[in-house]
């Protein structure tokens, strides 16, 4: 368990809950365990039944390959207790909005908000390509843009053109969130911004921010905010939350990523790492894979900047490939990085030998990137090697 709150305050808060549309609580719960696990159901019921009498955000997660999960969001955004704990923006930045804007997503509208409680500036831009900041930078500069908010893969994208432009300007402070960083990506930043500090939110639409980091934190560590708690699980972390402030309450909802409890370097509690999407188990002619090992692996490879695997769809089950190219940008040659792969997973290695055109690589100039965030997936799918690929 990450996070500490009294058990008999977790039962009165389910019940209450339950009282407003909530699952159920058992009359003999005695512990948290005894509670049901919940999901975007409830926070929808929940959510909507608030924003009914005080009016909301409707906001959307997913949506990419299947159906939408809604979530109403309170328009204070529940910045009143985040702030309390993370404070990135002060009155007088200027802070450049990278977020894409609009299609129910929530990231771009948060740091309008979050720009509007720290009483400072804020220009919403949504992201630019390399080679579009070259045009934009005089006059970036010339308002005094100090502070800079996007996914890592907006922001390498700006550090980029500022640093092919020959530019500088004075950032001060970076907030990222909605996917992890990667060692290229953040280099860049830095390269570009090296007096900045990093600011990091972990969340989702239908939980808002749970977990921060700030300068002084290992980067890849996060901190539970107070009044919560999270409880690892392979099949996805569950998180409970109790108090007033919260865009959304919750009681064991089953989160997407898998989490563990680590120590940070800042000394402060509560800290944890997120080791991945629960569900990124992949079948490749039946050899068992996750996702995110492959990717890891190949990202730490001299050459390599960013990797992504394109799967074609098995007939056999939804999340079965018959085919798997790990595409990736950078200066490495593809079949080392083929050979690299197949020397590390045994199992693909059998694959390889059964079926040597189901396993490849291949450098490419860009990765395929999700049009509403601006996100580079971990993986995309498609029907046969010349249709259209979609993103999971």
Known sequence: MIGQIP????????????????????????????????????????????ARSAGSVLMSSGGTTGRPKLTYVPHGMGLTRLLEHW??????????NLFNAGRMWGSHYYMQTLAERSGCTVIPSGPYSPAEVAGWLPMLAE?????????????????????????????????WMAEPWTGNKRELVRQAFPEAGLWGNYGSVETWVMCTNQPG??????????????????????????????????????????????ECRCGRPDALRVLGRADDSVTLRSALFKVSELVDLVRGEPGVLEAQLRLTRSADSPKAASALTLEFTGTADAEAVRGRLIGEFYHLAAVARQYPDALRARRVERLTRIERTNKVPAMVWQQAETDGAGVA
């Not at 909530?22 to 512990?31: E, I, S």
């Not at 100090?146 to 004075?170: K, N, R």
């Not at 539970?224 to 998180?239: F, I, N, S």
């Open 217 to 262: 934190c290992d980067e890849t560590t996060l901190h539970l905010l107070p009044d919560q708690v999270m409880e690892p699980d392979e099949d996805g972390a569950l998180l409970s939350r109790v108090g007033e402030g919260w865009t959304v309450p919750v009681v064991r909802y089953r989160l997407g990523d898998r989490v563990a409890p680590v």
């Open 7 to 50: 058990t008999e305050r977790l039962l009165t808060h389910a019940r209450t809950l339950a009282e407003a549309g909530g699952a159920p609580v058992p009359p003999a719960a005695r512990q948290l365990a005894d509670l049901a696990v919940t999901g975007p159901a409830e926070i929808y019921a929940l959510t909507g039944a608030a």
């Open 143 to 175: 308002v005094g843009v100090d502070a800079l908010a996007g996914t890592p893969t907006g922001l390498a994208d700006f550090a980029q053109g500022v640093i092919d432009a020959g530019g500088t300007l004075p950032v001060r402070t970076v907030i």
């Open 87 to 96: 404070r990135p923006l002060r009155p007088g930045n200027v802070l450049l």
